[in-house]
Each structure stands twice: as structure tokens, then as C-alpha cells.
């Protein structure tokens, strides 16, 4: 199991340019979001 750190780092890698601004950073928090729910989907935890 990833943790959120991880995730995190993994996005930012991914659009580092992009996660610069407040406004992408609030769509990280809500790609998060959206991770976490098919993770629990998935996991069933």
C-alpha cells in the first residue's frame, strides 16, 4: 500500500510545472480524493 506522501510525490513528478500554482495544487487534493475511493473500492478496507 502506497501512502500519501508517496502518491503526492508521484503527481508532482508527473506535473511538476503544473502543481506551481494554488489552483493545481487543489486538483492534486481532489486527484487524491478520487485515489483514495478506488482504493478502498478496490481493497474493500
Known sequence: MY???QVVNWLRVKNNAE???S???EKA???LY???A???VITGK
Request: net charge neutral; proline share 0%.
Open 3 to 5: 501512502n500519501v506522501f
Open 19 to 21: 502543481l506551481n500554482s
Open 23 to 25: 489552483e493545481n495544487a
Open 29 to 31: 487534493m481532489k486527484l
Open 34 to 36: 478520487y485515489i483514495q
Open 38 to 40: 478506488a482504493s478502498l
